[in-house]
């Protein structure tokens, strides 16, 4: 029963499509813009973030403070994309043709 299960799974990822490692040129764009920002600036803007909903709060604007609070882990997730982009190093290399779609 496990070979059978075995040669399934090895046949099932065989007939997967293989990844294609460029970038298509959405995603390009999106890198160069972002590159030009520095990782600290969105951490910046977190931390502000967090500075405006307590704020918010106390002045007795509960909803706006909630609203505003969740601003804060979306920019430190586009922080930390910001980030591996630099220390990988997508932002100085090229992995297609600009324009291309790799669909």
Do not use: C
């Amino acid at each position: 029963m496990q070979t059978t299960m075995e040669g399934t799974v090895n046949k099932t990822l065989e007939n997967l499509p293989k990844p294609d490692p460029r970038e298509d040129f959405v995603t390009k764009g999106i890198e160069q813009y972002t590159a030009s920002i520095p990782s600290t600036m969105y951490l910046g803007v977190a931390v502000g973030a967090m500075g405006l909903a307590l704020a918010l709060q106390i002045a007795g604007r509960g909803k706006w403070g909630n609203f505003v609070a969740q601003w804060v882990p979306t920019w430190l997730i586009i922080g930390l994309y910001n980030k591996m982009v630099k220390v990988q190093g997508h932002d100085q290399t090229d992995r297609g043709k600009a324009g291309q779609t790799n669909w």
